[in-house]
């Protein structure tokens, strides 16, 4: 958090942002995870803020006590259908009700020693796409979409093989800073929901079902992409679809 809590204390006087996810990685492995919590709950007091964990890290009083302290809960990613049983058990124990979804697709495909991206119409891929409207804040920058935060850093770590044509894509892409001008940012604002050239990266096919078995296919995610009504924040500040203790 320290990085670049400067620019995150710039962004909270310039936007304001109904919800926030955390994401990964596995965000229950980074040790600063409660500053995480409890600053961005003083930013932006008013938002549903949650923490979208894999749930094999389990930790229950822990992460209780970040519900009962910063009022911050926890979506469950399911990424393998045969554990999903066993974790939705385990996480009973510490809340009443979620909702969890069970992934099947990435930006990056694996071939035998190497990674690299997809090549779709930008057009369908953006259609297709179930985190569209989820932009991404990522060392105190705000992107498009987190394919293009976590790319570069991808690229770091592993073998990720792009043509020169994708490079120049890639590294072409510039986020906002906390210093950007307003035009910039309302220039933003009014472009968030139409695709980008780079939006080729990821698949044109979405497919994924709920824990409970339905199949979908390109279909974004039902509940987290709702815009949330004025009215409404008090009571999506505890809401159903995200893991709550079963006191609240």
Known sequence: WDDHAEEYEKWA?????????IIGGEPTLN????????????LWPNAV???????????????????DDYAVGFGLSLHDPSTAE????????????????????STIIKQEDYWTVHRSNPRRAFDACDMKHD????????????????LPEFMT??????????????????PLTADCSDEQLLDFVATKDNHIPQC????????????????????????????????DLERVRYPTHWLTPSSK
């Not at 006087?13 to 926030?20: G, M």
């Not at 040790?31 to 003083?42: G, H, I, S, V």
Request: net charge positive.
């Open 13 to 21: 006087k310039r936007i304001d942002i109904p919800r926030i996810t």
């Open 31 to 42: 040790p600063d995870l409660e500053k995480w919590c409890a600053n961005l709950r003083r």
């Open 49 to 67: 803020i949650m923490v979208q964990t894999n749930g094999t890290y389990f930790k229950p009083e822990k992460y209780k006590r970040l519900w």
């Open 86 to 105: 066993a974790l939705k058990e385990q996480w009973k124990s510490l809340a009443g009700s979620f909702e969890a979804f069970v992934f099947h697709q």
């Open 135 to 150: 932009h991404t804040m990522f060392n105190g920058k705000l992107y498009k979409c987190p394919a293009m935060s976590s």
């Open 157 to 174: 770590q592993f073998d990720l093989r792009l043509d020169q044509r994708q490079m120049n894509m890639l590294l072409g892409y510039q």
């Open 200 to 231: 080729e990266f990821c698949p044109e096919h979405i497919k994924w079902h709920t824990a409970l078995g339905e199949l979908k296919e390109n279909l974004p995610k039902p509940v987290f992409d709702e815009p949330v009504k004025e009215e």
